[in-house]
């Protein structure tokens, strides 16, 4: 006999995906998350502070299953991270067979389901668009140099250089006044572009990504103060 959390965690999986195919039929996401077979890769989920207490989930289109946060399994892990209003989704060893669809960060607010990110990850044994590391750090007020790689079939796609958080973006050839001139990126025109950023401040800490076209690969770049930055640095290649 189900228990009422299992009844109501199975009746909200069959609203959520009927009402979700209806939404995804009338509309494209643009969030192609390109990443190499056998490796790993963390997805941040950015929510609104005051959403804090409210459930967090994780939901894999392939297997029409879902994971709350705060869950660690051999290769996937969804934890919230309140204090940085955000939840991370880890997934590790790769498989395009298995991990290759469509997925959504998602809260529950007074009931009904909200979707507050959706992404198609896309397992390559080249990625279209890759980072040698995913995780970037330096000293307030340094600089620091990141660079993103791109396929031949990118080359002439629009390159950008994007915050999770409130989805600025710094453009390959575009200049706009209102944007920080601290940041620049430039493209070598055959199979990279370079991202510097100087001056860095402390709030500039948190994600980013690169993105060719509709395609993408996260970055999370932290800043501090403090002087031996290596247990900040760790890799999650």
């Known amino acids: 006999m189900l228990t009422y959390e299992k009844k109501e ?5 069959i609203w959520f995906w009927l009402i979700l195919g209806v939404e995804r039929c009338s509309s494209v996401s643009y969030n192609r998350l390109t990443v190499k077979t056998g490796g790993s890769v963390t997805i941040p ?10 459930k967090k989930y994780w939901y894999s289109e392939n297997n029409k299953s879902s994971t709350y946060t705060n869950t660690t399994e051999e290769n996937l892990s969804v934890i919230d991270h309140p204090d940085q209003s955000l939840f991370t989704v880890t997934i590790r060893n790769l498989q395009s067979t298995k991990h290759d669809g469509s997925y959504y960060c998602a809260l529950k607010i007074e009931g009904k389901l909200t979707v507050i990110y959706d992404i198609y990850l896309d397992v390559l044994s080249a990625p279209d668009v890759s980072v040698v590391n995913s995780s970037v750090c330096g000293h307030e007020g340094d600089d620091i140099s990141v660079q993103c790689f791109y396929t031949l079939g990118y080359k002439n796609k629009l390159k ?11 453009t390959v050839g575009r200049t706009n ?8 990126i430039s493209d070598d025109g055959r199979r990279s572009f370079t991202v510097l950023m ?21 970055i999370q770049l932290t800043v501090s103060k403090v002087l031996h930055m290596e247990r900040f640095c760790l890799s999650q290649n």
């Open 9 to 13: 965690m199975f009746y909200f999986l």
């Open 45 to 54: 989920c950015h929510y609104d502070e005051k959403y804090t207490q409210q």
């Open 177 to 184: 006044t209102s944007q920080n001139s601290s940041v620049q």
């Open 160 to 170: 950008q250089w994007c915050r999770y958080k409130d989805q600025s973006c710094y």
């Open 198 to 218: 100087t001056g860095l401040r402390l709030t500039d800490s948190g994600w980013y990504y690169c993105s060719v076209g509709e395609a993408l690969n996260p």
